[in-house]
């Protein structure tokens, strides 16, 4: 089962562009969001971002996931 807390951080670093500012935004450390992006791509088997010096950007495969992404964090928001 996938944990929202992977999903939220993978949310935050395309939204945000990089570890370090999306591990800012959520008020963890950078090294919390390296791990749990790493753990998210584990438990799928699948390649969700390439890294570069620069930043983290999508794969093919994790921008046609991001609506679906998207979409659950909707949906979290409206049970809170």
Do not use: C, F, K
């Not at 390649?47 to 979290?76: C, F, K, M, N, W």
């Amino acid at each position: 089962m996938l944990d929202w807390n992977d999903l939220r951080y993978l949310l935050s670093v395309v939204r945000q562009g990089s570890t370090l500012a999306a591990a800012r935004t959520l008020g963890v450390n950078q090294s919390t969001v390296h791990r749990r992006v790493a753990e998210l791509e584990r438990q799928m088997g699948l390649r969700l971002v390439h890294r570069h010096p620069t930043g983290y950007r999508l794969t093919e495969l994790g921008e046609q996931l991001l609506p679906a992404l998207a979409d659950v964090e909707e949906s979290i928001a409206n049970l809170q």
